[in-house]
Each structure stands twice: as C-alpha cells, then as structure tokens.
C-alpha cells in the first residue's frame, strides 16, 4: 500500500512538473511573441515616420490623386448621436467622399431624426446585389448635403448593413465604421496614403483610440483627455499595445488577420470579390479580412494589407464591468469562429506568412492561450502551495504572468510618447504609466477569464452582440 | 543560474527600467511643452510681422534683419504657410522678403541635414523660390534613398515648371513601389503638353511595366492636348485589358468627337471594364453613332455596363433619352436598365 502511495505521489509530482512547466513555457512564448512585436513596432515607426507632413496632405487634399471614398456609417437605433456623428462625418476634409448612413431597421426615431435633420427625401438609386443582404426599403438623398446617402432597411445586423452600403456605393474605396465613431477631420487623406502609393494595396487599418474622458463639440474631439474612470483607463493602454505595437507590428511581416469595425477602408471591388461581410458572424471585421487574404493568395495575386500609426479614429469604451465582459467575450468568440472557418490556413505555406505566423499567433494567443493561462492561475499557487513545485517555479510565473506584461505595456507607451506625442499633458502620460503598471495585476487576468467564458459561449454556439450600452458623446460635451 | 531565477530577474529589471525611460520621456515632454509654446507663440509673433510689412509701406527689410538666427530659421519653416495666405505682388514681396532672409539656404540645410518629415516640408517650401541653387539640390534629391522625399522633390519641381522629362523621372523614381504611384502619374500631367511624344511611347512600350503605362495614359488623358488622340487610339486594340480600359477613360477625358469612330470596338469588347469605359466615354463625347450599340449594352450581364450605357444614353440628350423610354416600357433586363437609369437620373435633373 505504501509503495503504492509512493508510486502514486511521484507520478503526481512528474505531472505536476510537466504541467508547471508547460503553462511555464508557454507564457515565455507568449510574452517572447509581444517582445519581438514591440521591436518591430520600433522598426516600423523608425522605417516610416507616423505623421504626415502638412505639405504632404495640402497636396493630398488639393490634388486629385486620392481616389474617392464612400464611408458607410451602420446605425442601429443610434437616435441620440446619429445626427451629430453624420454632420461630423460630412466635415471631414477630403476631396471626393460620400457619406452613407444604413439604418439597419432602427426601432427608435433614428430614420425620422435624419429626415428632420437633414431634409431627406426618396430617391431612386439602382445598384446590383453583388453581395447579400436583407432588403433596402428605401433610399435617402439629402437636399442640403449632396454627399448625403441613407439607407433604410430590415435589421440583419452590421455586416448586413455594410453588405448594403457596397451594394448601393459607386467609389472604388470605402470606408467601414461604427455610426459612433469620431474621425479625425483629416484621417481620411492620412489613412488613403498607402492607397496612393501602391495599387496593389486592397485594405488600410487606422489606429483607433478611446474617446472616453475627451471634450467632444459638433462630433469634433476639441481635447484630448484621459478616460476618469479606471475601466476605460485600462482599455486606453489596452488599445496602445493592440494597435501601436501588434498591429504595426503583424502589418510588418505581412500578416494582419484584423483591421478594426470601428475603422477601416477597403477596396470595394475586393471586397465584392470575397463576397463581402459574412452573415451569422459576431467577428466580421476579422472574418472579412481573413476572407481577404485567403482568396488573393488562393489566387495568387500580389496584395498588401498596411496599417496606418497615426490616431485616426476614436471610439467610446465600455464603462461597467457588464458592458465589458460582454464585449470581451463576444470578441473572444469572433476571434475563435474565423481561427476555426479558415483554420486550414494555419502552418500552411501556400497563406505565406498569414498562414505561418499570422494564424500561428491566433492559435497562441487567442485560440488556446487564454484557457492555459487561466489555468496557471489556479494550478501553480496550488501546486507550489502543496509543496509540489519550486519557488523558483513561482517566482518565473509570476514574472511572465504579472511583471513582464509591465514591460511591454510601458514599452508601447514608450513608443507613442516617442513617435506620435497624442497624450497633450505630461500628467498624463505618469497616469498612462501607473495604468500599464497596474493593469496587469488582476485587469489582464480577468479579460482572460472573459476569454475563457467567450470560449465557453463559442462552444455553446451562442450567437449575437449582447446588449452594449453606450453613454453617447453628448454627455461628454 | 537557474533559468527560472534568470526570468525572473530580467523580467524585473525590465519592469523597473521601463517606468523610469517614461519618466525621462515626461520630464523630456514638458520642456518639449514648453519650447513648442514658444515657438508657437513666436511663430504667430512673425506671421503677423510678416503680414504687416505686406500691407505697410514704411515697414522695411531691416526689422527682420535684426532677427535672430533662429527667428529666421523659424521665418524659413513658415514659408510653406505663409506664401499659402498671399496672392499677387504681396507673393512677390514675401518671395524676396525670405530670400532676403536666407531661407532658401536654410531650407537647402534642413533638406540636407533634416529628419524625413522634415525635409519633406522643405522641399515643399522650396518650391516657392525658382532659381538654379533650388532646381540643383531639388534634382539631386530626386536621387534620396527615401521615396517619400524623393516624390516631394519632384513634385516641388513640378510646381517650378523645372520637371525633369519623363526619361529622367523613370530613371530617378525607378523603385519597387514607386512607379506604381498615383503620385507619378500626377508627375507625368504636369510634364504638361511639352511631355506628350514621351509619354505616347512609354505608353506604347510594351516593355514597360503595365501600371506604369497606365499612369502614362492616364496622363495623356489629363494633359488634354488631342496630339495625344490618335496613339490613344492606336494603344485601344492593344491585348492587355487594363491598358485598352485606360485608354477609354482618357479619350473620355479628351472628349474630341473623333473618337467616336473607335467606340463600336471598345463596346464590343470581350472585357467588360472595356466595355464600362467605352460606354462612359461613348457618354461624354455624345457619339450618336453608337446609340443603337448602347441599347443592345442596357440586356449586358455586367451591371456596371447596363449602368454607364444608360448613362451614356442619358448624357446624349433628347435622343437618348426617348430611346431610353421606349426600352423601359419593355418586360426585359433592357428594359429594367432603362427604368433604372431613368428613376434615378429625371428627378434629380427636375
């Protein structure tokens, strides 16, 4: 008996050490990955400044070398900022734009709210079904603003919506957004840049910012300001390293698998070519562009996806734990349904490097990396609590887990501060600098438990958005 | 030392290290504040200095030559703005206000010396000042290993009328991305009519790499000159899709009525970007003659076709637009085309 329990407490401890040691090595891989993202980062930005000289737009915005954009704005019972967030839209500076605004079936006054506001009347504007979506009740035109187009239809949700919005637009480029994202007024010519200057270029990213704790007037970001509260405060340096350091950095290397909802300009024709945004996806934004890559390389036709630095794009973050969970796991089951749809993409060659790395990363970081890391947080104080591990064991979790995310979260600060300079008071920057530290000590491991719950819904095929609740950007004013 | 020790170290070194490099960064940024106040405030200072030496006649060139170097230095980077503000004889004054200055030399050392962003400003700023020493140091930059420079310095050329001829811009511009830009074509139009032999035979140089003669085609579109007609008109049979597709859209911006006698060819054509091209420019030019091609056009099984043949039919006038009529009281897709094109296009002309 006691030899059994020998027997029984040495295979335990040889578990437990290939399982500390696992979830150990793979936090190393993971944080090694965000490493080499913030070098690259660096390089990018030292390769081509972020900001666009003066000169350089002047010649964008007076020239007719950029080709024109329609910018499609879905809204969905968006009442109380539809009409500021359009006379927004409407003063961007950029030579040849539209602005068309879906009403994704609204059951609020958001239609009768643009008709006041804008003089609309019917028009008739034919346009081919190149890609699916539910039917268009009615076509918009404004009598005031001839850029002005607004569709209304049946609800089928924002892919459907912007599956319309390509359908009824005429430009070669279009602009994908949130009704409630706030563009810089001219981040139209510095996102388009990469367009300008390499036609095989089908799809550009802008990074987007949290607009929470900003002065906004007339749909206009009159000051810059960090969010009061500390969710929001959290998600600024969130967005700092997704988009400053890994987006930049999988735009280096060729393998950019998401170009935020929020932002983003594709090609139309491309776009159509992939069959547009997917249906029954709460992840359409990856999924597009997935879709994108695959079918270019299946092809075998020379393309590049860039990503522009410069904050082009701020958007309102969830302020309650609720609103964000709900996000973070809708999120987290966007991300898994299109690893899983495309998932012959990965480790294979003929997807180049999307398929190598990009899809790789996916699998690490977001496909099983969340469920192995919350499982460290269980296991390996129990392990070493029961004397089954070494504090040397800990003490490397402990680093990988809670200390070294410190650096990569003040090293892309770093970055901004370095490169960009958008924070306008040092104050701000201590604060940011106190958020990168104190976001990973239990910030960064509940968005993981999300992750795993996300996981868990992904699993259990749950479908939609959840209900997100917007505080508007009047309030802010 | 045990790896897991070493983790931990490092990851602690890194941890601490990386606050303390952001607090030199703050400390960095409120000097930075502080000088970029100054400047700005200083900077309106000399506008408005500027500004008033344009419009009073007893305000001479001595005040400014009492500035500090770095007031001039700063005079020198405001060039781009301020020549923006003023128009006529106030330009001229200015003009030789800041050569008084020694902007021209400052900005030749900020293109020499500066950062990217930089010398992209100046050589936008030198753009203003039309003697050798800036046509010289713009034409050697053309040979800078950043494109980005390099396209600014030929645009600055560009707007001097000093544009090198379409050979040296090939060779000069000649990178991976760079003769793809939109940015070249813009270059090519503004060669201006002195550039059409050249651009004709790059765009007819099979050779060439396909894009760039598209940009060359573009540009013979744009220059208007109707020299570039008949090789336009030569390059429409030519086997490439895009090329006879570029060709279209430029005789559509020719718009001379001598095109006419190519349509039929371009409407016909097995592409249907082609065929969208040719029925736009069928539109512009108002080629009567292609009318019943044009009807036939509207039962297309590419949308965008049925589309610009309508609106071509449309663009024709009365003609065209009775044509239309006839068609959309038919139960065919010719005839749903036609629809369309009318529903769409009589209100908004009402």
Not at chain 1, 216 to 236: D, E, M, N, W
Not at chain 1, 305 to 313: D, K, L, S
Not at chain 2, 134 to 147: R, S
Request: glycine residues 6%; neutral net charge; proline residues 4%.
């Amino acid at each position: 008996m006691e030899t059994l329990l020998v027997d029984f407490r040495s295979e335990a401890l040889t578990a437990v050490v290939y399982i500390s040691h696992s979830i150990i090595g793979f936090a190393l891989f993971q944080n090694v990955i965000y490493l080499v993202q913030l070098v690259l980062a660096y390089v990018e930005l030292r390769r081509k400044r972020p900001i666009s000289p003066d000169s350089t737009l002047w010649h964008m915005l007076t020239s007719d070398i950029t080709q024109p954009i329609s910018l499609f704005a879905p809204a969905y019972n968006e009442e109380a900022n539809i009409v500021e967030s359009v006379h927004s839209l409407l003063a961007l500076h950029y030579p040849h734009f539209e602005v068309i605004v879906i009403n994704d079936g609204s059951t609020d006054g958001t239609l009768e709210t643009l008709i006041d506001a804008f003089e609309l009347v019917p028009v008739e504007r034919s346009f081919e079904l190149s890609v699916s979506h539910k039917p268009v009740r009615q076509i918009y035109a404004s009598s005031r603003n001839r850029k002005l187009v607004v569709i209304d239809k049946e609800n089928g949700g924002k892919s459907d919506a912007l599956n319309a919005g390509i359908n009824v637009s005429r430009y070669p480029l279009f602009c994908a957004m949130d009704a409630d994202s706030l563009l810089e007024t001219d981040a139209l010519l510095r996102v388009v840049q990469p367009f300008v200057d390499d036609p095989s270029v089908v799809a550009v990213g802008g990074t987007v910012r949290i607009v929470n704790g900003c002065t906004v007037r007339a749909g206009h970001i009159t000051k810059v300001a960090l969010p009061k509260k500390i969710l929001p405060l959290f998600q600024t340096m969130e967005y700092l390293r997704a988009y400053l350091m890994a987006r930049l950095a999988w735009s280096y290397l060729d393998a950019l698998l998401l170009i935020s909802g929020a932002f983003g300009i594709f090609k139309r024709q491309t776009a159509i070519s992939v069959g547009g945004y997917s249906h029954g996806t709460v992840g359409e934004d990856m999924e597009i562009l997935v879709k994108i890559h695959r079918k270019l390389h299946e092809e075998g036709t020379k393309y590049r996806i860039a990503f522009v630095p410069e904050p082009v794009c701020w958007t309102e973050a969830p302020e309650t734990l609720g609103v964000l969970y709900r996000q973070r796991t809708r999120w987290q089951r966007g991300s898994l349904e299109t690893f899983f749809k495309h998932r012959k993409m990965l480790l294979n060659p003929r997807y180049g490097n999307v398929g190598m790395l990009g899809f790789l990363n996916t699998l690490i970081v977001d496909v099983i990396g969340p469920p192995i890391e919350v499982a460290g947080y269980f296991m390996i104080p129990l392990f070493w609590f029961l004397d089954m591990m070494t504090f040397e064991l800990l003490l490397a979790y402990t680093a990988l887990t809670f200390v070294f995310g410190i650096f990569i979260s003040v090293g892309s600060l770093i970055l901004e501060e370095m490169e960009l300079k958008r924070f306008p008071a040092p104050s701000d920057l201590v604060v940011l600098t106190l958020a990168a530290v104190l976001e990973n000590f239990g910030y960064r491991q509940l968005n993981n438990i999300w992750r795993v719950a996300g996981y868990w819904q992904f699993l259990r095929k749950v479908q939609g958005w959840g209900k997100m609740t917007r505080t508007g950007f009047k309030k802010k004013s | 030392m045990d790896l897991h020790i070493t983790i931990w170290q490092i990851s602690l070194v890194l941890a601490a290290v990386s606050p303390v490099v952001m607090m030199v960064l703050v400390v960095n940024r409120i000097f930075y504040i502080r000088l970029r106040q100054n400047r700005l405030a200083r900077a309106d200072e000399l506008t408005m200095k500027v500004l008033t030496y344009l419009d009073d006649e007893d305000m001479d060139e001595a005040w400014f030559d009492s500035l500090r170097g770095r007031d001039k230095k700063l005079l020198g980077s405001l060039a781009g703005d301020l020549l923006r503000l003023v128009r006529g004889d106030n330009r001229k004054t200015l003009i030789n206000l800041l050569r008084h200055l020694d902007t021209v030399d400052r900005q030749i050392m900020v293109l020499i010396k500066g950062n990217q962003r930089d010398r992209i400003t100046a050589c936008a700023n030198l753009a203003h000042f039309d003697d050798e020493k800036v046509i010289n140091i713009l034409t050697k930059t053309l040979d800078d290993k950043d494109f980005d420079v390099r396209i600014s310095a030929a645009r600055s050329l560009a707007d001097l009328g000093r544009i090198p001829s379409v050979d040296i811009l090939i060779s000069k511009l000649d990178a991976s991305t760079g003769l793809r830009s939109r940015a070249l074509g813009n270059l090519f139009r503004d060669l201006g009519q002195a550039a059409v032999p050249e651009l004709t035979a790059v765009a007819a140089d099979i050779d060439q790499p396909e894009q760039f003669r598209i940009l060359a085609i573009n540009a013979l579109g744009q220059i208007g000159d109707y020299a570039a007609i008949d090789p336009l008109i030569e390059l429409a049979n030519d086997p490439r899709l895009e090329i006879r597709a570029a060709v279209y859209r430029s005789l559509a911006v020719l718009s001379h009525p001598v095109v006419s006698s190519v349509l039929p060819a371009g409407l016909r054509d097995t592409s249907w970007e082609v065929r969208t091209q040719a029925a736009f420019c069928a539109g512009r030019v108002g080629a009567l003659n292609v009318v019943p091609i044009l009807i036939k056009m509207l039962a297309d099984n590419i949308w965008w076709v049925r589309y610009r043949a309508g609106e071509a039919l449309y663009a024709m006038g009365d003609v065209g637009l009775e044509m239309l009529q006839v068609v959309a009281k038919e139960q065919t897709l010719a005839g749903e085309s036609a629809g369309m094109i009318l529903a769409e296009k009589l209100p908004a002309a009402e």
